[in-house]
């Protein structure tokens, strides 16, 4: 599963809960798309003897980028049409090939602009002008970094879904690990799984089935039906957040 796909929203019901303000948020509607295979996580490491020296290889091949590449344009083919590279190519032979590579298959996908950032500068608009973006496509850490920082501007991170997906396996799952806590409470968030499973019926090209689901999902939202993440005061349970959305 090389491609790690995260959808980012600010729902207009809940513009205020994010930290960042109502005016800069409003009308994100981005997705990141982030190779998850290769990069510097699964690069040699080194550590020399006297344990004062380490090393950590980032190394793509043509064909990584390719294929992540690929996707991520199809995305934009039926989104708004816009590619954003991100990448450190001032510094790193990598990110060059990156370049070179996205470059190449942008000419396959005439009607999708392609635009450039390096990483730096893409932290920085990530909160400055979210949405400006469409498609985001990046390599391994600049992708593991981006996307966190992106789960805050919808206000929680239990509203986020994320897809993992390769050849012929996907994986679909809230981009949040477990909470342990919650056990028992009937208060966790169950908005992000729902979301990972529109995900998943996009993936078999169920679009209208999808759509569907996240109609519901916002149309609960807006009646202030949540959970306790997001609204401390009056929050609602899992179950009945579930049953509405279901209803």
């Known amino acids: 599963m090389f491609a790690?796909?995260?959808?980012?929203?600010?729902?207009?019901?809940?513009?205020?809960?994010?930290?960042?303000?109502?005016?800069?948020?409003?009308?994100t509607d981005m997705v990141i798309y982030r190779e998850l295979t290769g990069g510097i996580y699964f690069g040699e490491k080194k550590l020399s003897e006297d344990g004062k020296v380490a090393s950590d290889l980032c190394e793509y091949s043509q064909y990584e980028i390719e294929r992540i590449a690929h996707l991520a344009f199809k995305a934009a083919q039926v989104r708004r049409k816009k590619v954003t590279l991100v990448d450190k190519?001032?510094?790193?032979?990598?990110?060059?090939?990156?370049?070179?590579?996205?470059?190449?298959?942008?000419?396959?996908?005439?009607?999708?602009?392609?635009?450039?950032?390096?990483?730096?500068?893409?932290?920085?608009?990530?909160?400055?002008?979210?949405?400006?973006?469409?498609?985001?496509?990046?390599?391994?850490?600049?992708?593991?970094?981006?996307?966190?920082?992106?789960?805050?501007?919808?206000?929680?991170?239990?509203?986020?879904?994320?897809?993992?997906?390769?050849?012929?396996?996907?994986?679909?799952?809230?981009?949040?690990?477990?909470?342990?806590?919650a056990t028992g409470k009937n208060i966790a968030n169950p908005v992000a799984s729902i979301l990972s499973a529109a995900m998943l019926l996009e993936h078999f090209g169920l679009n209208a089935e999808a759509n569907l689901v996240k109609k519901c999902v916002e149309s609960t939202l807006n009646d202030n039906i949540v959970s306790v993440d997001i609204n401390k005061e009056n929050p609602s349970s899992t179950t009945l957040i579930g049953d509405t959305i279901s209803k």
């Open 4 to 27: 790690n796909i995260r959808p980012i929203n600010a729902y207009d019901s809940l513009l205020d809960k994010s930290p960042l303000k109502r005016d800069i948020i409003q009308g």
């Open 89 to 181: 190519a001032n510094v790193l032979e990598s990110s060059r090939l990156w370049r070179r590579v996205v470059t190449e298959i942008a000419k396959l996908y005439p009607h999708v602009a392609l635009e450039f950032l390096f990483v730096d500068n893409a932290a920085m608009q990530m909160i400055l002008n979210p949405s400006q973006f469409d498609v985001i496509l990046t390599e391994n850490m600049f992708g593991d970094i981006i996307s966190d920082e992106g789960s805050v501007i919808g206000g929680s991170i239990g509203l986020l879904a994320s897809a993992s997906v390769g050849n012929g396996t996907a994986l679909f799952e809230p981009i949040h690990g477990s909470y342990p806590q």
